[in-house]
């Protein structure tokens, strides 16, 4: 989409060439994570000349400028794509530096931000700064509204082909410890659409799961273990296509 490429080229145009500041931020020799942020929409078009915020303002002015909210997946991971935008810290208290913001430049989570640490416009693996910076809450936003509705349940892509439910006979004897390199959620069963059994917890990037069973079930590979209390829960740890490249961490077949 050409405004997403002239949203991602204002950043592009500026790296290695400006500085980071909280109060000089209007450039154009400095700007902080926020101000980049809209300048970059403004000349993609996607806000009007003139209009200027932080952190925390980000979120209404891209609802308001057709920009929605996508959802994690049923393991807890965004599946960000070229053109999102990233805001860490939480609606109504992610101002001045208790929240960033930045765009995606790639499918393979790669941002480009403003930053205090490298004190410019920088590209980044998002996952690795995100850690560095203690995991905080990340809201991300695409825009259009059809293929993120959030209103709507939303798709997996691709969106597997749904299987019967696996019973706990049928969980397969491995005992193993599991490195997760995102978010992942703990179910209570294995149905990843499930409105009635929610998350119950998540893992958070090389946490350990130590597990004794695994499964096939609903499109994804599954691990298995007790709780404290005896009862059986359940983490996705990738798709079910037969393959290792694509778990989402180590200690599983890989």
């Known amino acids: 989409?050409?405004?997403?490429?002239?949203?991602?080229?204002?950043?592009?145009?500026?790296?290695?060439?400006?500085t980071y500041s909280m109060n000089a931020r209007l450039g154009p020799n400095s700007y902080d994570c926020s101000s980049a942020v809209y300048f970059a929409?403004?000349?993609?078009n996607?806000?009007?000349?003139?209009?200027?915020?932080n952190?925390?303002?980000?979120?209404?002015?891209?609802?308001?400028s057709g920009w929605t909210q996508i959802?994690?997946?049923?393991?807890?991971?965004?599946?960000?794509k070229k053109g999102d935008i990233f805001i860490?810290?939480?609606r109504g208290s992610s101002g001045g530096a208790a929240g960033h913001t930045g765009i995606f430049i790639d499918d393979q989570d790669t941002i480009i931000h403003c930053n205090y640490g490298y004190n410019g416009i920088t590209k980044n693996d998002h996952d690795t700064i995100w850690a560095?910076?203690?995991?905080?809450?990340?809201?991300?936003?695409?825009?259009?509204?059809?293929?993120?509705d959030p209103l709507k349940p939303q798709p997996i892509t691709p969106k597997p082909k749904p299987v019967p439910q696996k019973t706990q006979s049928e969980l397969i004897p491995m005992s193993g410890i599991f490195y997760p390199d995102r978010q992942l959620a703990v179910s209570g069963d294995t149905d990843p659409?499930?409105?009635?059994?929610?998350?119950?917890d998540y893992y958070l990037p090389k946490m350990s799961i130590q597990y004794d069973y695994y499964t096939h079930s609903n499109g994804y590979v599954w691990i298995s273990y007790k709780d404290y209390g005896g009862n059986r829960r359940f983490v996705a740890v990738g798709p079910d296509d037969g393959r290792t490249d694509t778990t989402w961490g180590k200690g599983f077949f890989n």
């Open 46 to 53: 996607f806000l009007p000349v003139g209009t200027m915020g």
């Open 132 to 148: 560095i910076n203690g995991y905080p809450s990340v809201t991300i936003y695409r825009y259009g509204k059809n293929e993120n």
């Open 88 to 90: 860490w810290g939480n």
């Open 193 to 200: 659409n499930d409105t009635i059994s929610p998350a119950l």
């Open 41 to 44: 929409l403004i000349n993609g």
């Open 55 to 64: 952190t925390d303002t980000l979120f209404s002015h891209l609802e308001k």
């Open 71 to 80: 959802k994690a997946d049923a393991a807890g991971h965004y599946p960000a």
């Open 1 to 18: 989409m050409e405004k997403i490429e002239k949203m991602i080229q204002w950043m592009s145009d500026r790296q290695g060439k400006i």
